[in-house]
């Protein structure tokens, strides 16, 4: 299986801030990666495919880059909305598998 | 508009089987498209993706599960399903199902809302 892990696993930040997340997949997987956002109670929602694109509807102050092994997630200007834990998933191989997420609260 | 909504009981008791039902409105199992996924998230922690089965009845499963896992299609029902045997409390999660898209990349793109499955005498 290929292993996922996020840094940090938590983190305090405040409106406006830049905040940037990491993910590493213990094998290279290319770009074949995405972000998910899940708030407390609520589904994941998808974010960001193939490392860097950018799902309909999400809006532009999330990014995504990386390749390979290493993968960031960036929130250019945070928004009171975006608070919530945040999920790398890889879909190289099977088992498909999810780091384990980063919380994003308020400072 | 796309909808996936999780049924089945909320209460299993230990060493039997958990069975769910997917029903999938506003789009249809065969196309050839999409994966339909089961992944569960116990509570407070992270996601664990479980198996998925594709129109043509091909199936992948999560070896962690060693073999306890079936999932099954009903075309006729619009409607996927998930087994799960010889469950112990640490099968106690929150269970989605979700559509994974097969196009230039892949992804989740539409999940159901969860539903709570505790294993309890």
């Known amino acids: 299986d290929i292993q996922m892990t996020q840094s940090p696993s938590s983190l305090s930040a405040s409106v406006g801030d830049r905040v940037t997340i990491t993910c590493r997949a213990s094998?290279?997987?290319?770009?074949?990666l995405g972000w998910y956002q899940q708030k407390p109670g609520k589904a994941p929602k998808s974010l960001i495919y193939?490392?860097?694109s950018l799902q309909s509807g999400v809006p532009s102050r999330f990014s995504g880059s990386g390749s390979g092994t290493e993968f960031t997630l960036t929130i250019s200007s945070l928004q009171p909305e975006d608070f919530a834990t945040y999920y790398c998933q890889q879909h190289n191989s099977y088992p498909r598998t999810f780091g384990p997420g980063t919380k994003v609260e308020i400072k | 508009q796309v909808q996936l909504q999780e049924s089945g009981p909320g209460l299993v008791k230990p060493s039997q089987t958990l069975s769910l039902t997917c029903t999938v409105s506003?789009?249809?199992?065969?196309?050839?498209?999409?994966?339909w996924s089961w992944i569960r998230q116990p509570a407070g922690k992270g996601l664990e993706w479980i198996g998925r089965?594709?129109?043509?009845?091909?199936?992948n499963y999560n070896p962690s599960l060693k073999s306890r896992a079936t999932i099954s299609g009903d075309t006729s029902k619009n409607q996927f399903s998930l087994n799960l045997s010889s469950v112990t409390a640490a099968d106690t999660a929150v269970y989605y199902c979700a559509r994974e898209y097969l196009g230039d990349d892949y992804y989740f793109d539409y999940w159901g809302q969860g539903t709570l499955v505790t294993v309890s005498s």
């Open positions: 506003g789009g249809s199992i065969t196309s050839g498209t999409y994966y």
């Open positions: 089965i594709h129109t043509n009845g091909g199936t």
């Open positions: 193939a490392a860097s």
């Open positions: 094998q290279g997987i290319r770009h074949e």
